[in-house]
């Protein structure tokens, strides 16, 4: 029975789907949704292809290729996301997919070709020759942890001090609703972000994203009486909960309305049977990794694979490279409408 590849097209999308859900090692970012998602919030192209064995599809890679003047070209998989990666069934149709992906970068002059994995033993696991890629697991981690389907355990279970925000936000009153569109999620995310330096997405992302997956995406927005102050866009994939775009008011430190908000994604999940947080992935150092690691999640190194065209190095996006320290100061200081429309142009290229 022989193997090929071929591009995933429409009809191919449900039987990619039920592999990736089949694997333990699938994740929601390996959802086919996402080819259409990168290539109309973004304009970037897709290639993501599948290995069939006798009519059975017996691998998936999904790629896209971030190609812009400030940040260089790069085939991912997947950008804007956290994890990605090759999915396979067995060591021949791995080898299949590692080759085209390479065929691929060389046809497209692509300098670096990029694997999200989050098994730190992806590059022995999946049999990729360290002679042609480097593997990093110095980059990011990913926190994820089970909870129950009782409130007070999963209260209890939150370490003393973060506990204690959280009973805060409770105790001031602090409510939260499902929003049905994404209106006031990139409101509140937008200024969030720019108080942090950082570029914004377009509305018009979150839009995409709640069409294409529906169902297993929702937002909670907190309120403190009348005011949304917290907002955050979760994905929903087997039993897990993966909080993902989220972000506060200046008021809402002081208000504790991201602790709250938190708590509220995961009550609402454990009380929907979802039994697993994922919080995503942070970089050592950062804010972010600091306030998940106080909710007592335990950080799990990311294993990122890169294969390098000769003299290309592993791209260096992350907000703590001295370089970007001036245009972070100097972002911080623009008037929010400046930022909501210079940022989508620059962040469609970070991937």
Known sequence: MALACKPLDTAGEPAWDAFVRARLD???????????VIARAFGHATHYVLAERDGAVVGVLPLAQ????????????????????????????????????????????VPVLEFRCRDPQTLTAAGLDPAEWQARSDLYVTFRKPFTGDDAANLKAIPRKQRAMVRKGIDRGLASVIDGSAGRLHRIYAESVRNLGTPVFARRYFDILLEAFGDATDIVTVLDGETAIASVISFYF????LPYYGGGRAIARERHGNDFMYWEVMRRAAARGYRLFDFGRSKLGTGSFAFKKNWGFTPEPLQYCFRLAPGASIPDTNPLNPKYRLFIAAWKRLPLPLANAIGPHIVRGVG
């Open 66 to 109: 971030v190609k812009t003047r400030l940040f260089g070209n790069s085939l991912i998989s997947v950008p804007f996301c956290v994890y990605g990666g090759p999915l396979a069934a067995d060591a021949e149709a791995a080898a299949a997919l590692q080759a085209h992906a390479a065929a691929l970068m060389r046809r497209l002059d």
């Open 238 to 241: 087997r039993d897990e909960v």
């Open 26 to 36: 699938g994740t929601f970012f390996h959802l086919a949704a996402w080819r259409h």
